[in-house]
């Protein structure tokens, strides 16, 4: 799983609805995705950021220069189009494009970080505790400094 965190200034709320909703689309869950849209819209750059948490450490270049290749460069620049994709698409149509969003980031997750495909709900799920415990982390300290 990759070693990142979400935007800061992400709640541990916003967290749990962007993964809730990425995994009841992966689920084909369409009632509980309509309820959770819903509740994304006023959200728009939340799938976005999560999908740069997910994709930006595994497919960034590395910082040991020794284990750089020129394989290390195209899968950096996938990774950058990918999310500038990703941020186009929902810029320019952040309601509709939420559910596409969601599929990519349960299908980036199914091929690349999940042991196999098929355990992508509980590698979602893994991530979502994750980032989860972090968001709270970050907000348990900021709450203490006002």
């Known amino acids: 799983m990759p070693d990142t965190m979400l935007h800061a200034s992400l709640t541990p709320e916003q967290v749990q609805l962007a993964f809730d909703y990425v995994l009841a689309i992966d689920a084909g ?9 819903t509740k994304l819209t006023p959200y728009p ?12 450490p595994v497919t960034a270049l ?5 284990d750089v290749t020129a394989d290390s460069f195209v899968l950096d620049e996938l990774g950058v189009v ?8 929902n810029d320019a149509c952040p309601r509709t494009a939420l559910p596409g969003i969601a599929r990519c980031i349960a299908h980036f997750t199914a091929q690349v970080l999940a042991d196999v495909p098929q355990n992508v709900t509980r590698t979602l799920e893994a991530m979502r505790g994750e980032y989860l415990e972090r968001a ?7 709450g203490g400094h006002r």
């Open 62 to 66: 590395s910082d040991d220069m020794d």
């Open 45 to 56: 750059g939340l799938l976005g950021a999560v999908a740069q948490a997910i994709v930006f």
């Open 29 to 37: 869950d369409a009632n509980t995705a309509a309820d959770l849209m």
């Open 136 to 142: 709270r982390a970050v907000h348990s300290v900021a």
């Open 82 to 89: 990918f999310l500038m994709a990703i941020r186009g698409w």
